[in-house]
């Protein structure tokens, strides 16, 4: 079992953070990485060759040991989630008559893109919204609409593990296998998953898992990882920085080769400028730590806080998505009386309990920092209204 890793943070001890979704808190040790990476840029004559691949190639180890890759060289380094779908979207070959398939209320960084692939290739653009007949429905129908939408016409299923707004969970091992049946490109935005839920890239097999760095992953703010399988092989990157090619250690050194190719699996679609003194240090630090916790502890840590206060939510006049179909470091609380969400927001915040407003629901995401006494502030404020 998990213990509370408050220690590690210095979130201010009255102080009820909950609210890992919108950002983590940078822990000691991160942060201390950080300094250690701008006190370096003080003299850059110590900044030498190795210094720009061996950090990065480093990040990528740990980030495939993370979703369970066996091929660290098929990790990416990005800035942000609409970088990686950008990048995947580029790649996808979609034609008119066909569709693409998305989620309603989905982040925009999984929308825009495929939006624009829509429009400029005359696709039908897909939404699969969480209401049917007027009426929100639970993850499991949810789930099963999302499924039935892909068809033999399905170019690209693009959804998330849990949805960003209230935590609701897709079964993304059931939608891939449905995607590959239909030929489709199956794309995952893992961002408030990955590093919180256990994950296996290799038995989901998506085509593309794309993660920004600084919610469940503890990473610096501007900074995310893509895991990219065979399909995109071979693609065309949005950018053509210098250290994406064979042999660009070369010219670190001085001798300027030209190159055609590109250093092997997804180190094409690197952003530039991706060997980051400061934030690098920073990522790795943190995969380090978030290795060491585990994604199933993480959840199980998350579920454990939770499971107390299920019963105690629902008396307070608030819903709650079923278990098998929410995470547990992320969920949403609906009222059933009709109370405004924003208004309850403030409520919240005037007792120290930070949450966000995603939409109709109260989007709650502890972590492990977070610890019985932040649930029960929670509890407090909705029971007294």
């Known amino acids: 079992m998990l213990s509370c890793q408050r220690y590690r943070f210095q979130l201010p001890p009255h102080l009820h953070y909950l609210n890992c979704a919108y950002m983590a808190p940078l822990a000691r040790e991160v942060e201390e990485a950080g300094l250690r990476g701008m006190a370096r840029r003080r ?82 653009l897909r939404v699969v919204e969480r209401t049917a007949s ?105 950018e053509e920085p210098w250290a994406g090619r064979e042999g660009s250690s070369r010219f670190v050194a001085g001798q300027i080769d030209y190159v055609e190719s590109y250093r092997p699996g997804a180190a094409r679609y690197d952003v530039g400028e991706r060997s980051n003194q400061i934030q690098v240090p920073m990522l790795n630090t943190a995969l380090d730590m978030v290795l060491e916790w585990g994604p199933d502890r993480v959840q199980e840590y998350c579920a454990n806080l939770l499971e107390p206060f299920e019963e105690v939510f629902r008396e307070a006049g608030f819903e709650l998505e079923d278990r098998a179909w929410r995470g547990a470091h992320l969920f949403g609380l609906r009222s059933s009386r009709g109370l405004d969400m924003d208004k309850l927001a403030e409520a919240l915040q005037r007792d120290g309990v930070y949450v966000s407003v995603r939409g109709t629901a109260i989007r709650v995401s502890p972590q492990v920092y977070n610890d019985r006494a932040d649930l029960d502030a929670l509890a407090a404020t909705l029971r007294s209204l």
């Open 43 to 124: 003299d850059p004559s110590k900044i030498v060759n190795d210094d720009f691949f061996v950090e990065v190639d480093a990040l990528r180890e740990r980030f495939a040991r993370l979703i369970g890759s066996s091929d660290p060289r098929r990790v990416a380094i990005i800035p942000a989630v609409s970088y990686g779908i950008a990048t995947a979207a580029r790649n996808v070959p979609v034609e008119s008559g066909q569709n693409i398939v998305i989620l309603g209320e989905q982040f925009p960084s999984n929308v825009y893109a495929w939006m624009r692939k829509a429009r400029e290739s005359g696709a039908e």
């Open 134 to 238: 007027g009426r929100p429905t639970p993850g499991a129908s949810w789930n099963r609409r999302l499924l039935r939408a892909i068809d033999r016409n399905t170019a690209v299923v693009a959804t998330p593990i849990v949805h960003w707004a209230d935590g609701t969970r897709f079964n993304v091992a059931a939608i891939g296998r449905r995607a590959r049946a239909m030929g489709a490109v199956f794309v995952i935005d893992g961002t408030q998953s990955i590093g919180a839920m256990p994950f296996d890239v290799e038995k989901v097999a998506p085509d593309a898992l794309v993660v920004a760095a600084y919610k469940t992953l503890f990473g610096p703010y501007q900074s995310g990882l893509a895991w990219f399988g065979e399909r995109f092989d071979g693609g065309e990157p949005l």
